[in-house]
Nanobody
Framework: QVQLVESGGGLVQPGGSLRLSCAASGINFGTWTMGWYRQAPGKQRELVAVITSGESTNYADSVKARFTISRDNAKNTVYLQMNSLKPEDTAVYYC????????????WGQGTQVTVSS
């Protein structure tokens, strides 16, 4: 059974920082592309950042230079370091595991709330 469990969300003031973690189980973690997505109220879920098994990364333009995605394969965990947070970063953040072979396999975490407000 695959599980992705996010943690680290919360309330932070504008300009502050948070680090999200996503612990994975039930998959061969090091071979999967891991990503963070977010969904704000009334908006569609959007990509925030992804990191491949080879540790190539890609970011949404809105978070470049502020957010950093990383992975620790020994701990089966992916992280999202979020700095210089803005109110528009407020959303539920979801962890994603994705693997494309002949078929596409995809799993989601339950989400963690990030609220940026003074």
């Amino acid at each position: 059974q695959v599980q992705l469990v996010e943690s680290g969300g919360g309330l932070v003031q504008p300009g502050g920082s948070l680090r999200l973690s996503c612990a994975a189980s039930g998959i061969n973690f090091g071979t999967w592309t891991m990503g963070w997505y977010r969904q704000a109220p009334g908006k569609q879920r959007e990509l925030v950042a992804v990191i491949t098994s080879g540790e190539s990364t890609n970011y949404a333009d809105s978070v470049k230079a502020r957010f950093t995605i990383s992975r620790d394969n020994a701990k089966n965990t992916v992280y999202l370091q979020m700095n210089s947070l803005k109110p528009e970063d407020t959303a539920v953040y979801y962890c994603n595991a994705n693997k494309r072979t002949i078929m596409t396999y995809e799993y989601w975490g339950q989400g963690t709330q990030v609220t940026v407000s003074s």
